[in-house]
């Protein structure tokens, strides 16, 4: 449906799916030969490296991402973004607002950039152009609204592996090349469901694994950007130390908790006197708990 003056490829990263997905890409690619290109994996490659092998693949001069069971709502998307893109070449990155459903009708429609977030999955608004010192404290874009410049890098670093998800690295390497342009208009949607990657296993931080895996996530941004942004870095850390030492009391390993208290503690700074209560009364709860065991 995207009304568009320019030519463009779909370009499919097909890795090993489990149900009927192969089959539909490789039916769309035959009704749609030059337009829809496949790339089809002979083995499962994991998420991360599945969408840089992808990615690298690409031949256009701009890439629009879109994954999962997203999809977009405009007809005008690609066009205003591109047109945005090509009248600002001091940004790599644009994007815009979007619309979050969720499937099981659990809460009604709603942005996701809000003046007000009150959602789990909200944000606020942003500012008409963000830099990555914006980026840096956390995704807030996202993965169906983004449109970049193609070619800002040859290859993704080893770290991007690493990472428990493949958007937000990806926009710290393009916002390194020029600044973040925002279009406040709802352009397309993000659906929130059980079987979604974010949504069920990141979003909530429900075990120790998720939360340490964000921690390292962010402990790498840090090097990455050689520390420029430690300050906001730390400052994401310090309640992820916090809910990792709720979630070992809650599986009962108290040691564990304490470690995680104690981290938490020791990483506010002064001024930060409600982050260093916080973790405190972790610390004493964990070790209450150990007593009482």
């Not at 400052?235 to 009962?252: D, H, K, M, N």
């Not at 040691?255 to 002064?270: E, V």
Request: aromatic share 10%; net charge positive; with cysteine.
């Amino acid at each position: 449906m995207q009304d568009v003056d320019f030519d463009y490829e779909i370009v499919v990263g097909e890795d090993c799916s489990t149900d009927q997905t192969r089959a539909i890409v490789l039916d769309y690619a035959q009704r749609y030969p030059g337009r829809v290109r496949p790339l089809l994996r002979e083995r499962n490659l994991g998420m991360n490296r599945n969408f840089m092998e992808t990615l690298l693949a690409v031949r256009g001069e701009f890439v629009a991402l879109l994954d999962a069971d997203d999809y977009w709502t405009s007809p005008l998307k690609l066009r205003r973004q591109i047109e945005f893109l090509r009248a600002r070449p001091d940004c790599s990155i644009c994007f815009h607002n979007a619309l979050v459903v969720y499937d099981d009708g659990s809460k009604e429609p709603h942005p996701f950039h809000m003046r007000e977030p009150i959602h789990l999955i909200s944000h606020h608004v942003p500012k008409p152009v963000s830099t990555i010192a914006d980026l840096a404290g956390g995704n807030f874009m996202q993965t169906c609204s983004v449109v970049f410049r193609s070619g800002l890098y040859r290859q993704l670093p080893d770290w991007y592996l690493e990472m428990p998800t493949f958007d937000w690295p990806l926009h710290l390497l393009n916002s390194e090349h020029g600044d973040i342009g925002y279009l406040d208009e709802l352009l397309g949607v993000y659906r929130v469901h059980r079987g979604g990657f974010w949504s069920t296993n990141m979003a909530l931080y429900r075990t120790v694994e998720d939360v340490e895996s964000m921690i390292n996530a962010y402990q790498i941004v840090n090097r990455y950007t050689r520390y420029r942004f430690t300050a906001t870095i730390e400052g994401q850390i310090r309640p992820l130390y916090r809910r990792a030492a709720e979630v070992s009391i809650g599986t009962r390993q108290y040691r564990r908790a304490a470690a995680y208290a104690l981290k938490g503690w020791g990483g506010a700074p002064d001024g930060r006197a409600a982050h260093r209560r916080a973790s405190l009364r972790l610390l004493m709860r964990s070790a209450r708990s150990a007593l009482l065991r």
